[in-house]
């Protein structure tokens, strides 16, 4: 998940310097087009393979919730800060611990919900709705970040059934089939350049992906996520040193408060469990 964070890091920094050259779904089909031609070995194999019609069905869904996130994504990057898209993208993480408290049956202890709390209430301190007037990217990321949520719920329950690579794979052929018609409905001829760094996207991205996946297979999401919380540190600094964008405390307060909650319920469970795994001293020895 540490790698997950640092590959995303440099998609938001990549597609922020973009600064919304070309409209938000057609840069998020080159960027999965990309991602194809990567991953072609690896598709070609799995449809070879086959897939029950259930499993279908979950690559489908994801695919659909993919795509919703990724155009809303692209056109919050091109109207806000990168800070104020990752902190936003906090939100993620909190929907995705929430469900797989009520859908996947992953315990949700007191402290956990009250860390959940928390970092809802630091998702207000970034927002501040009625403090501010939002913009519409403000409301893209929010978005985004239910639907990645929701899709990485799905992601958990495909890494039990399909290798990692095969998920990443099958949400990049589902979602550029899903983006084909709304990118060819507003092409914009696209220069060299920008079809350059859309394909470094695609690397990070694809990356990012396959460790996040990898992660879930390895780990509860509660485990895993509260890792995402420090690519704010890391998004601030790109912003402010890269794009010249104002350093705003309130941004910072709100993730603030998502890393304190989490971090501080992740590393008492973590005692928790190792209290648990630890035989007491009267155990037998074998």
């Known amino acids: 998940m540490l790698a997950t964070g640092l590959c995303f890091v440099a998609v938001n920094t990549i597609v922020r310097g973009l600064d919304g050259a070309l409209p938000a779904a057609q840069a998020a089909f080159i960027r999965f087009l990309f991602g194809l031609v990567f991953l072609a070995p690896v598709i070609t194999s799995a449809l070879r393979g086959g897939f029950s019609r259930g499993i279908w069905g979950l690559f489908a869904l994801r695919g659909a919730l993919h795509v919703v996130a990724v155009v809303a994504w692209f056109y919050a990057m091109s109207r806000i800060t990168v800070a104020e898209v990752t902190a936003i993208g906090f939100l993620n993480p909190i929907i995705v611990t929430i469900c797989a408290a009520l859908f996947l049956g992953e315990k949700l202890a007191s402290r956990r919900i ?20 939002l ?62 760094w859309l394909a470094l996207v695609a690397v990070f991205a694809t990356l990012g992906h396959y460790t996040m996946t990898r992660a879930f297979a390895a780990a509860p999401l509660t485990v895993t996520q509260p890792v995402t919380f420090l690519q704010l540190i890391w998004a601030s600094l790109v912003g402010v040193l890269v794009f010249h964008e104002p350093l705003d405390p309130w941004v910072i307060l709100g993730g603030g408060l998502m890393i304190g909650a989490i971090s501080y319920i992740t590393w008492r469970e973590a005692r928790i469990r190792a209290r648990t795994v630890t035989p007491p001293v009267s155990a037998t020895k074998v």
């Open 135 to 196: 913009d519409p990217g403000h409301l893209s990321q929010v978005l985004a970040a239910v639907a990645f949520g929701l899709s990485y719920l799905i992601a958990k329950q495909l890494s039990d059934r399909v290798p990692a690579a095969v998920v990443v794979a099958m949400m990049s052929l589902t979602v550029s089939v899903g983006l084909a018609p709304l990118a060819i409905a507003q092409w914009v001829p696209p220069t060299m350049g920008q079809l350059g």
């Open 114 to 133: 009250a860390a959940v709390a928390v970092a809802l209430m630091g998702a207000l301190v970034v927002l501040r709705p009625g403090l501010r007037e």
